[in-house]
Structures are given as C-alpha cells and as structure tokens.
Nanobody, 127 residues
C-alpha cells in the first residue's frame, strides 16, 4: 500500500484549502480506513479526521469538526480533506494513513491502528 499526500501550501487565515491522499492499494479501497493526522515541530502527531470506506463513516477531532470535511473519490482512489476557516493553529504537516479493515477497539483516531503512512504535506496559515 502506498499513500501520497499532496495539496499543501501557504494560505491566509480564513481561507480554505483541500489536500488529497492518493492511495495505491491491492485490495479494494472500500476495505480500508483512511485517516489524516497533523504534526508540528516538537509535538506529537495528532488525529484530524478519518473515513471508513466500507460505509463512509467519518470521524473528526473536536478542533476541526464543522470546518474540515473528509471525503473519498473511489474512481480515483483518492481521499480528500477540505479545510475551511483555516487559522494559524492549523499550521502543520499533514499526513494520511491507512489501515485495512475496521478501526477496532482503539478507534479511528488512534495512530497505532494505522499500518501505512504517506509522506506529509505542509500547510501554513498566516494571520
């Protein structure tokens, strides 16, 4: 499984940005959970959003709920994260991650359940 994140960039506070994760998988993408995490220097990688592609259930951290939307384009094997009302606190390197099957008892927000990770894409929000 290969995951490739793209779409990061520099924006102003209040702007929107969409980042994408292109997935190269052997099994059908519908068997996977794809998550987005973000990390700033000196801090732990934190959960942002996830989508369980078997049923399109979505999960969000409290800090992005209502502002970010995760979605999938199955025809392109791509998971997108639409980010709105961005603020400087959203500045981070964003990583997509994948796991085959469900999230299990730890939940989709746990880093430990994800086996596959893409490289990051940097999002910078200026005030």
């Amino acid at each position: 499984v290969q995951l490739q994140a793209s779409g990061g960039g520099s924006v102003q506070a209040g702007d929107s940005l969409r980042i994408q994760c292109a997935a190269s998988v052997r099994a059908a993408l519908s068997r996977y959970v794809i998550g987005w995490f973000r990390q700033t220097p000196g801090k732990e990688r934190e959960f942002v959003a996830a989508i369980a592609l078997s049923g399109s259930s979505t999960y969000y951290s409290d800090s992005v709920k209502g502002r970010f939307t995760i979605s999938v384009d199955s025809s392109k094997n791509t998971v997108s994260l639409q980010m709105m009302s961005l603020g400087p606190e959203d500045t981070a390197t964003y990583y997509c991650a994948g796991r085959q099957g469900g999230c299990g008892g730890y939940g989709c927000s746990s880093r430990s359940i994800y086996r596959y990770w893409g490289q990051g894409t940097l999002v910078t929000v200026s005030s």
